[in-house]
């Protein structure tokens, strides 16, 4: 059973316009949730997260939104730049406390110049 | 500083051989995780080691899989009798204390294992 849905395996976006990238959970008792990027043959970098307390997050270009009621979280990125395209991770630590992930099956990011 | 070092980077075996991959965490971070992400996949967590607590074995596929780390350093995963379905890439991730869940994980580069 898979606990944090991606169901978009890839997405193309033009240079200059909003990415949004979605992601679903169902596990009610998760609390946090991280956005990692990955690059080919690299492994993933952190990139944002979010408390369950807040329903947004800021950090530059990049914001997390979470709607807590629906259980899902997406991650803009606004302008989007060529630089950007990368596979997109959402991830929530398995218990408060105990912080093994579990991940989504990710999203493909092309942003095209 | 230096971050997440894996290796080897690449490896091919045979079907029925034994693996180690070895990981080399950020110094000074007392919490360690294997994860592998298999083609199609997203990380999939195999095992979590806490400064010298007994590792969380839970997300070890089968007793083929095993880890050891020494002290707070180094980490070793050794898959025995290797299958096909063992090929993926394999990433190590570290982080500074793992008693909070918004401690971040640094993960190195991985791991691509193939078995043939």
């Known amino acids: 059973d898979q606990q944090v849905k991606q169901n978009s395996p890839s997405l193309s976006v033009q240079e200059g316009r909003i990415s949004i990238l979605n992601c679903d959970y169902t596990?009610?008792?998760?609390?946090?949730f991280l956005w990692y990027k990955k690059y080919p043959a690299e492994g993933p970098t952190f990139l944002i997260s979010i408390s369950s307390i807040k329903d947004k997050n800021e950090d530059g270009r990049f914001t997390v939104f979470l709607n807590k009621s629906a259980k899902h979280l997406s991650l803009h990125i606004v302008p989007s730049q060529p630089g950007d395209s990368a596979v997109y991770f959402c991830?929530?630590?398995?218990?408060?406390?105990?912080?093994?992930?579990?991940f989504g099956k990710g999203t493909r990011l092309s942003v095209i110049a | 500083g230096a971050g997440v070092s894996q290796s080897p980077s690449n490896k091919v075996t045979e079907k029925g051989k034994d693996v180690e991959l070895r990981c080399d965490p950020i110094?000074?971070?007392?919490?360690l995780y294997w994860y592998r992400q298999r083609l199609g996949q997203g990380l999939e967590f195999l095992i979590y080691f806490q400064g010298n607590s007994a590792p969380d074995k839970s997300g070890l596929p089968s007793d083929r899989f095993s880890a050891e780390r020494t002290g707070e350093s180094v980490s070793t995963l050794t898959i025995q009798r290797t299958q096909q379905e063992d090929s993926a890439v394999y990433l190590c991730?570290?982080?500074?204390?793992?008693?909070?869940?918004?401690?971040?994980?640094?993960f190195g580069p991985g791991t691509r294992l193939t078995v043939l």
């Open positions: 991730a570290s982080s500074s204390s793992g008693g909070a869940s918004t401690d971040t994980q640094y």
């Open positions: 991830a929530a630590p398995t218990f408060s406390g105990n912080t093994p992930l579990v």
């Open positions: 110094s000074g971070h007392t919490a």
């Open positions: 596990n009610s008792m998760f609390d946090y």
